[in-house]
């Protein structure tokens, strides 16, 4: 038994010229918000055209959360904030059915999880059981609850915030959930010109009270169709899954990517093309993905973490043995 059809048949036809328009609108619209994080904020678009989630890591106070939020109010649609702590209950984030005394039954009231964009504020320092409760959302973009299926409203993006695990009151993502995540990214610290742009945009109000929305949910979810489109040739989808692949078999991972991941990396290259107004994929859109894409679902083994070797350079390596398609 289903409640609250997903309605998406009145959407309005568009096309990748659309996508370019309006999500360049979207663009601008953050980066009145946020200095000098063009790349960060493309990442976030293609995620949120390609129907994943997104996953932004970095220490605390440099943007995360804004980017989120920009985001989320950039787009005329629901947007609700999870702040994840330690006491934070799994009925907190999916709803839970509560005895009406009027009616003599039990009535479901959401939880968080309920909206377009769903903003997950230090989602690490909520409990691995917490953490769980996202995972069907995540997945299938529903909840169950008493036997009764709740489906989410699309567009349906969580953007979710973690502080690095090495900080106090963290708990590591299960690898599970991480999978979940098509991207992740690095807010990073901003250039000293951008900081200085920020002490004068943020020093006396806040600028996102004043960032109004540039398009609504109905047009992300056309845009979203549109996306879907963009051709993606056979060579291109035999690279995607030896990139993978070459993950798995790397002596410096103990874990290699999933076959989400391929899937996940097909997906985002398509928004990645669309984005830059182009209805074909090609490998350097592969390339300049699997970084975000696989960099948080691989686990270095123990002798590449005593050699020093980050995760983007074992990925880098990783693509460098694929032989890229012919262009021709």
Known sequence: MKENPVEQNGAESRNLSDVVEVM??????????IEGKTEQIDIALAVLLAEGHLLVEDVPGVGKTMLAKALGRSIDCSVRRLQFTPDLLPSDITGVSIYNQDTHDFEFKPGGIFANIVVGDEINRASPKTQSALLEAMAERQVSSDGITHELSAPFMVVATQNPIEMEGTYPLPEAQRDRFMARIEMGYPTRASELDMLDSHGGSNPLESLQPVTDAETIVALIRAVKDVYVAPAVKDYIVGV????????????GASPRASLHLLRAVRAQ??????????????QALARVVL???????VQAQLAGRTVAEIIDAAVETVAIPDRR
Do not use: C, M, N
């Not at 669309?274 to 859109?285: C, E």
């Open 244 to 255: 993978v692949a070459a993950t798995r078999a790397s002596k410096d991972l103990r874990l």
């Open 295 to 301: 960099g948080h679902r691989v686990l270095p083994s």
């Open 24 to 33: 360049g609108q979207v663009r601008t619209a953050i980066e009145s918000v």
């Open 273 to 286: 093309a669309a984005l830059q107004g182009r209805d074909y994929s090609i490998p350097d859109d592969v």
